[in-house]
Structure formats: structure tokens, C-alpha cells
């Protein structure tokens, strides 16, 4: 089983700031790796998928890099609306398709 | 537009057993793959179950194999979860999510989840 981990675990950012949220996998998935957006209550939302393409809707101002084990989400300026949970994911060996511990993201 | 509503959760005690139901509406329901994904209050996301489009491949996490069943019925556009045996450690809010067309395990639409309780 791939484990994923996500660093840091809570993410302190001002509005209107850069936030850089990291994920690793314990060994290669290639660019097979997605992150999500969680706020309360709230189902996920996909926010990149292959590593760096945007899904359907979501802002520039997101973006995603890396391939291997190594892999970022940039939040380029932080919205009052990006303040969530974010999961990174792999999907390159599976099963089992498995998720990172998350990362939240408030209000510094 | 393109949703996917769950239904079937609530309390069930330890050893009982309940069926989640997830109508797909908007898309071509027998064109994608589906999962089960679950999170306990307070966690993480933990994936479930997968299934085929046409149901003939299915996986499950090894913390439900043998207890849960996947299925679906193409003709209703519906998704199902039999979970029988249930734990304490079961109890989790249940999504049910399609897989991004070309991205075989990324999930692009998933659903309001309903809430499964195991306890006595």
C-alpha cells in the first residue's frame, strides 16, 4: 500500500498571501496524484488531477507540481473561500486508492 | 446538471446491517466507474470500494472485505453499499464519487454523503 503524507498539518496564511502545501508519497506514483477541497459539512472537490491540470471550474490561482513522490499545491492568493481542508491522493497503484491526512489551511 | 444523491444511512447497532443507495442524474451512469468513499467524524478520507462500469471489476479496502458488497444497477443509474457485520469503526459519513473520465481512480463529482452511526 502506498502511505501518503502531507505537510504541514495546519497552515496559518493571511488573505491576499501565497500558500505552498506539500504532499509525499512513499514511493513513486508518476503524476497519478489528485487534490481536493474540503470545507465543513461539505463534500471533497477536485481541484487538480495528473499532478498540475486544473479540473473543470477551479481558479488559476491553483496549481499543482511534481511527479514521483514529491508533489505541491500552490494557492497563489488566498481567497476568504479557500479556507478549507486540502487531501492529495494517488491513483497509480491500487487498490487501495489512498489519501493524505490533509492539510488545513485558516486564518492567520 | 450532473449530481449524485446517497440515501440508506442512519444508526444501526454493532453486527447489524444497512444498504446505501447513491442515484446518479445528469450523465451517462454506465459510462463510469464509481467508488465508495468514507470519513469518520473529525478524519481523514478513506476509499471503500470500487466498481467497473459494467460492475464485472470491483476492489475493496481490506478493513471491509467480506463484509460489504458493491454493486450497481445501470438501468436505475443507481450505486449500492451492502454492509453487513458492522463495527463501531464503520461509523462515518459515506460518499459515493464518480471517477474522472480518463483518470481511472481521481473522482471528479461526488455526493452530499449520508451518515452511517454503529452503535448499540
Known amino acids: 500500500e502506498i502511505v501518503m503524507t502531507q505537510s504541514p498539518a495546519t497552515l496559518s496564511v493571511s488573505p491576499g498571501e501565497r500558500a505552498t502545501l506539500s504532499c509525499r508519497a512513499s514511493q513513486s506514483v508518476s503524476s497519478n496524484l489528485a487534490w481536493y477541497q474540503q470545507k465543513p459539512g461539505q463534500a471533497p472537490r477536485l481541484l487538480i488531477y495528473?499532478?498540475?491540470t486544473r479540473a473543470t471550474g477551479i481558479p488559476a490561482r491553483f496549481s499543482g507540481s511534481g511527479s514521483g513522490t514529491e508533489f505541491t499545491l500552490t494557492i497563489s492568493s488566498l481567497q476568504s473561500e479557500d479556507f478549507a481542508v486540502y487531501y492529495c491522493?494517488?491513483?497509480?497503484?491500487?487498490?487501495?486508492?489512498?489519501f493524505g491526512p490533509g492539510t488545513k489551511v485558516d486564518i492567520k | 446538471q450532473v449530481q449524485l444523491v446517497e440515501s440508506g444511512g442512519g444508526l444501526v447497532k454493532p453486527g447489524g446491517s444497512l444498504r446505501l443507495s447513491c442515484a446518479a442524474s445528469g450523465f451517462t451512469f454506465s459510462d463510469y466507474y464509481m467508488s465508495w468513499i468514507r470519513q469518520a467524524p473529525g478524519k481523514g478520507l478513506e476509499w471503500v470500494s470500487y466498481i467497473s462500469s459494467s460492475g464485472s471489476t470491483i476492489y475493496y479496502a481490506d478493513s471491509v472485505k467480506g463484509r460489504f458488497t458493491i454493486s450497481r444497477d445501470n438501468a436505475k443509474n443507481s450505486l449500492y453499499l451492502q454492509m453487513n457485520s458492522l463495527r463501531a469503526e464503520d461509523t462515518a459519513v459515506y460518499y459515493c464519487a464518480r471517477d474522472l473520465w480518463g483518470e481511472l481512480g481521481a473522482f471528479d463529482i461526488w455526493g452530499q454523503g449520508t451518515m452511517v452511526t454503529v452503535s448499540s
Open positions: 495528473g499532478a498540475s
Open positions: 491522493q494517488q491513483y497509480n497503484n491500487w487498490p487501495p486508492l489512498t
